[in-house]
């Protein structure tokens, strides 16, 4: 039973609301630990197909709940880092199984790390995003020096850095950050839309496919290439493969299962 957030699974889709609207869901010790339970619990439930993250109330998230850290006294922050984030940074990478940011409002911090690590983003126009570190003489963490330059290039994600530069949903999405913008009103619909696709798909591929992305970024052409031929035989050999020939033969919208 989670105290900090709460897990919902219909239909193939697992939501994962963090709960701490009263301080636009900061990350305290209870919430990073919960989000790493709940991150495992729906990595493991073969029913669950994609994942949906997102806040509750007004914000996104706000990163670290820093009374909640000055009333805990001085702590080794690095620490902090390697047993509360760094393991949910982790688990969302590595899950899978898409991971669906819905970015109800600002994701500062901890939480812009947070949605960045997530496989697409999907913004309300209330939304906003900001590496808010440098204004308490902090360095990013949580991934976004990962994400962000990669993203957005060198000199951009420097700026957005040092300056803690607020992005509202719409620049956002005008330097690749997000995928889709949409009304408030229409986020949730939007948000069903896109999850229900991916519960829908073959997700097996998705999986490798997520796998090969990251390894993108960091490999060479060569190794590339030999991880694309690896994936690509496990990928023939799959029921979905066989389920999508077949439809497209027959003339019909395949039924995948993810296997």
Do not use: W
């Not at 902090?138 to 040092?162: C, I, N």
């Not at 719409?170 to 069903?192: C, H, M, R, S, W």
């Amino acid at each position: 039973m989670f105290t900090t957030l709460q897990v919902m699974v219909a239909d193939n889709i697992a939501t994962i609301t963090l709960n701490r609207p009263e301080v636009y869901n900061a990350f305290d010790d209870t919430l990073s630990y919960e989000l790493q339970d709940a991150l495992k619990q729906v990595d493991k439930d073969a029913s669950v197909r994609a994942v949906v993250i997102t806040g509750a109330g007004k914000a996104f998230c706000s990163g670290q709940d820093l009374k909640a850290a000055m009333a805990s006294g001085k702590r080794n922050l690095s620490e902090s880092l390697h047993k509360r984030y760094n393991p949910i940074i982790r688990a969302i990478r590595n899950m899978p199984k898409p991971v669906i940011c819905k970015l109800n409002g600002v994701a500062a911090g901890a939480g812009c790390s947070l949605a960045l690590a997530c496989d697409v983003i999907i913004a309300s126009e209330a939304a906003s995003m900001v590496e808010i570190f440098i204004n308490i003489a902090l360095v990013l963490d949580s991934g976004s020096s990962y994400f962000l330059p990669r993203t957005v290039g060198y000199h951009r994600a420097f700026e957005l850095a040092t300056k803690a530069t607020k992005l509202s949903a719409a620049e956002a999405k005008e330097l690749g950050l997000v995928n889709k913008v949409v009304p408030a009103a229409d986020l949730d619909d939007a948000v069903a839309e896109e999850a229900r696709f991916y519960a829908n798909a073959p997700t097996k591929a998705i999986a490798m496919m997520k796998k090969m992305l990251t390894k993108g970024m960091t490999e060479d052409l060569d190794a590339v290439l030999e991880y694309e031929a690896y994936c690509q035989e496990i990928a023939g050999n799959t029921a979905d493969n066989a389920e999508g020939i077949t439809a497209f033969l027959e003339k019909r919208k395949p039924v995948f299962k993810g296997v």
